[in-house]
């Protein structure tokens, strides 16, 4: 099936629809379209701005599929810049020679978090939620939320997002640098199309030169994105953590009606509960 559908609005300005499952999951699918996907896009000589968006109420990418073949993404071959395609992904879609946008209606976290923090520009309706939630299940960030955070929020708030695994909501998602602004979330359609139509107007020469400058000055290095990875190989999937992941299954993970509705903080509740009930004293 087909997770990207675009809709190619002007020459110049392009749609892109992510839908997968009910709460719209990231899994090696996901990974290997976007990859053509951004491929197209690089290619285009027309295309000046493409916005992303989502086709499923609550959900714009909830993070990646806890269930999805580890054994096929670890045979992945690399992209492009040499890094596994993951990743590689991520630091393609910064560098895209056109303007990216995204327009945030629902949930993002995890992967889909660091979906958005790859793009160039986010906006996000009032009823959007974002969240870093790895460390509730033992697992450091791997595509470059630590490096992308830190430059848009500052030391102390990418670590208050990261450390605390909690999920943002909108509000403060912009207070903090994490999105550019919040928009009433019957608006944000409108509000959207007409700020990527004022971009697809302009030259593309002019719009690429600010981007490759802009890029320049704020992007991480290479060798920063390469160590978020490496981190996240080390401590994903640990055996020590799996009876968490099943107590998050239990409580309706991956659902769009169960514990996704809010993850970050029902993750923190039941890291705290006593392992074998109240202590006796």
């Given at each position: 099936?087909?997770?990207?559908?675009?809709?190619?609005?002007?020459?110049?300005?392009?749609?892109?629809?992510?839908?997968?499952?009910p709460v719209?999951?990231?899994?090696?699918?996901?990974?290997?379209?976007?990859?053509?996907?951004?491929?197209?896009?690089?290619?285009?000589?027309?295309?000046?701005?493409?916005?992303?968006?989502?086709?499923?109420?609550g959900y714009?990418?909830?993070?990646?599929?806890?269930?999805?073949?580890?054994?096929?993404?670890?045979?992945m071959p690399p992209g492009p810049t040499g890094f596994h395609p993951y990743l590689d992904n991520f630091v393609r879609l910064s560098?895209?020679?056109?303007?990216?946008?995204?327009?945030?209606?629902?949930?993002?976290?995890?992967?889909?978090?660091?979906?958005?923090?790859?793009?160039?520009?986010?906006?996000?309706?009032?009823?959007?939620v974002f969240g870093q939630f790895e460390i509730g299940v033992g697992a450091v960030p791997g595509g470059g939320a630590m490096?992308?955070?830190?430059?848009?929020?500052?030391?102390?708030?990418?670590l208050e997002i990261l450390l605390g695994g909690d999920?943002?909501?909108?509000?403060?998602?912009?207070?903090?640098?994490?999105?550019?602004?919040?928009?009433?979330?019957?608006?944000?359609?409108d509000f959207t199309d007409r700020f990527a139509r004022r971009i697809a107007a302009f030259d593309k020469v002019a719009v690429t030169g600010i981007k490759k400058l802009v890029d320049a000055a704020t992007l991480p290095p290479d060798a920063e994105l390469a160590e978020g990875l490496k981190s996240y190989f080390a401590t994903a999937g640990?055996?020590?953590?799996?009876?968490?992941?099943?107590l998050l299954f239990k409580n309706g993970l991956q659902q769009p009606d169960g514990i996704e509705r809010d993850l970050g903080s029902a993750i923190g509740d039941l890291r705290q509960q006593p392992a074998n009930g109240p202590s006796q004293g």
């Open positions: 099936m087909e997770q990207f559908r675009v809709t190619k609005v002007q020459p110049s300005y392009w749609w892109v629809t992510f839908g997968n499952g719209n999951l990231i899994d090696p699918d996901t990974v290997e379209q976007l990859a053509a996907l951004i491929t197209e896009i690089e290619n285009d000589p027309a295309l000046t701005v493409v916005v992303f968006r989502s086709e499923t109420p714009f990418m909830a993070h990646w599929d806890f269930l999805s073949d580890t054994h096929r993404v670890a045979a560098r895209l020679p056109v303007a990216t946008i995204s327009e945030v209606r629902g949930r993002t976290r995890g992967a889909g978090s660091e979906f958005v923090l790859a793009t160039d520009i986010r906006f996000a309706s009032d009823q959007a490096a992308r955070l830190s430059r848009l929020a500052g030391r102390g708030r990418a999920d943002i909501p909108a509000a403060l998602a912009a207070e903090y640098g994490y999105v550019n602004r919040v928009v009433p979330d019957a608006d944000i359609e640990r055996p020590e953590h799996r009876p968490f992941v099943q």
